[in-house]
């Protein structure tokens, strides 16, 4: 037999509340806290007050178990219902600028430990409400002893894609790559050091590496140098011409089939492309070498991204490629730049208002 129990009203609710309210004005608080610790938020004056007196030490000797760590909320993994906004599939997700040394290798077969800035995201299906960040780092850590490539970013991006159940994902390692320059005369040598990332590209089953290199050199201006021999030859008058530090943003798509592309190998495709790489060590006899090598080597940001090109087409390592090159004129008081792209992969209709921006080397 069903027993059917009739809805309280709102007279029974409110003499119900200032019963209430009067129990809870005479005892204390540990004792409302052992009915509901809510029941505190309905005394007038204490509305805030949702909890007895709390500890205040930090508990040195408790220790998480499984059945307390199952006990704990976790938001970011709950059902679809917490969701804010549209549910819509998000394609990247994840976390930016963590950072640990890596050991790499070199051409010549040494080892370098580098700090290096680590990107990795996911992508997260409509339905799910996030992800654990955390598992991320902890792949990168678990393969934080190797000396790392292409492969053991692979083994990572495939570690945390399994632990996160998503389907595409992505990871960068950006880093400040050192290696020794000789100066043009003199014979002195110094570090000169390039910014490189390496990134996999994991989307719909298919796998991508890239390499991006930022290349940095002087552009004498052909214009303005004609123009300074132009005063002298027909005025006797001296004359400059105006050149300035330049940069050069090249991205590659590895074919790591054929042979491996070395770091060192795409700085000096680079270097063959423009040789007026800006000096390290630099003495008189330098610095009178290097007006020289300018002087050879005029140089408009068309020629740059085409020279660049030209080396990049040659290299049967390379897939797809993007150059973008920003020259900061010292005669204008704007930079010029040019972006030029082969293949698919960096083809794009829009670009990040700030890219060029970002393509400032302060030393």
């Known amino acids: 037999m069903n ?9 029974e609710a409110e003499a119900a509340l200032a019963l209430l309210r009067q129990w809870a004005g005479k005892v204390s608080a540990v004792e409302v806290a052992d009915l509901d610790p809510l029941v505190s938020r309905l005394i007038p004056g204490q509305e805030v007050a949702n909890y007895p007196a709390l500890a205040r030490a930090y508990p040195e000797e408790f220790a998480v178990d499984e059945a307390y760590r199952a006990s704990m909320p976790d938001l970011q993994n709950g059902p679809s219902s917490l969701i804010r906004g549209a549910k819509q599939h998000i394609q990247h997700v994840g976390i ?3 950072r640990l040394p890596i050991r790499v290798h070199t051409r010549d077969g040494g080892d370098l430990t580098l700090e290096t800035s680590v990107t990795g995201t996911v992508s997260l299906e409509a339905e799910k409400k996030g992800i654990n960040m955390s598992r991320i780092m ?3 850590y678990a393969q934080a002893e190797q000396t790392f490539s292409f492969d053991v970013i692979e083994a990572t991006l495939d570690a945390y894609k399994t632990d996160l159940e998503s389907f595409d994902a992505r990871i960068q390692m950006r880093f400040s790559f050192p290696m020794k320059m000789q100066s043009l005369r003199s014979g002195l040598e110094g570090y000169q050091y390039y910014d490189i990332a390496l990134e996999v590209v994991d989307t719909q089953g298919t796998r991508k590496k890239i390499m991006h290199l930022d290349y940095v050199y002087s552009s004498t201006c052909p214009c303005s140098l004609e123009l300074s021999e132009h005063a002298r030859q027909f005025r006797g008058q001296l004359a400059t011409p105006h050149s300035q530090r330049s940069v050069a943003r090249v991205s590659v798509e590895v074919d790591c089939e054929r042979n491996c592309l070395w770091f060192e190998d795409l700085i000096e495709l680079c270097r063959a492309a423009v040789p007026t790489e800006t000096q390290v060590m630099v003495k008189r006899e330098d610095e009178q070498a290097f007006a020289e090598l300018n002087a050879a080597n005029p140089i408009f940001v068309e020629d740059a991204a085409r ?3 030209e080396q990049l087409q040659a290299d049967p390592r390379i897939k797809d490629f993007r150059v973008i090159a920003s020259h900061q004129e010292s005669l204008h008081s704007h930079d010029a730049v040019s972006v030029m792209t082969e293949g698919p992969t960096f083809a794009a209709d829009s670009l990040d208002p700030k890219l060029f921006n970002t393509l400032f080397h302060v030393g």
């Open 3 to 11: 027993v059917h129990t009739p809805e309280p009203t709102r007279e």
């Open 96 to 98: 930016s600028n963590f």
């Open 138 to 140: 902890r792949s990168f």
């Open 307 to 309: 020279s660049f090109c």
